[in-house]
C-alpha cells in the first residue's frame, strides 16, 4: 500500500481545510486509516482512525467535534475535514494504515504517507 497525502495549506485561525490520502494496493478496505500530526518541535501524536468499513471512528480529545474523518473504499481515499482551525494545528499531517484502528493508538502502522503540512496563522 502507498499513501499520498494532499489537501495541507495556509489558512487563518477559523478557517477549514480537508485533507485526503489516496492509497494504491488492492485491499484498501481491509486496514484502518488513521491521520496523525507532527508540530514544530512536537512528538507525532495520533489524530484519527476509521476502521476498514468506517463504522468505527476514534478521535484525539484535542480535534474531537472539530475535525471529522472518512474513507471511500471504492475510491481508496480517506478524508479529514477539519474545521475551526487553531494556531495551535499547525502540523504536518501524516496519513497511515494499520491492520486494526487499536494499533494507530500505538502508532504502530504498517504504511505512512509522506505528510502535508497545514498551518494556521492568528
Known amino acids: 500500500v502507498q499513501l499520498q497525502a494532499s489537501g495541507g495549506g495556509l489558512v487563518q485561525a477559523g478557517a477549514s481545510l480537508r485533507l485526503s490520502c489516496a492509497a494504491s494496493?488492492?485491499?484498501?478496505?481491509?486496514?484502518?486509516m488513521a491521520w496523525f500530526r507532527q508540530g514544530p518541535g512536537k512528538e507525532r501524536e495520533f489524530v484519527a482512525v476509521?476502521?476498514?468499513?468506517?463504522?468505527?471512528?476514534d478521535y484525539a480529545d484535542s480535534v474531537k467535534g472539530r475535525y471529522t474523518i472518512s474513507r471511500n473504499n471504492a475510491r481508496k481515499v480517506v478524508y479529514l475535514q477539519m474545521n475551526a482551525l487553531r494556531p495551535e494545528d499547525t502540523a504536518i499531517y501524516y496519513c497511515?494504515?494499520?491492520?486494526?484502528?487499536?494499533?494507530?493508538?500505538?502508532?504502530?502502522?504498517?504504511?505512512w504517507g509522506q505528510g502535508t503540512q497545514v498551518t494556521v496563522t492568528t
Open positions: 476509521i476502521g476498514g468499513r468506517g463504522v468505527t471512528l
Open positions: 494496493g488492492p485491499i484498501f478496505s481491509r486496514y484502518a
Open positions: 497511515a494504515a494499520a491492520r486494526t484502528y487499536r494499533d494507530t493508538y500505538d502508532q504502530q502502522c504498517d504504511y
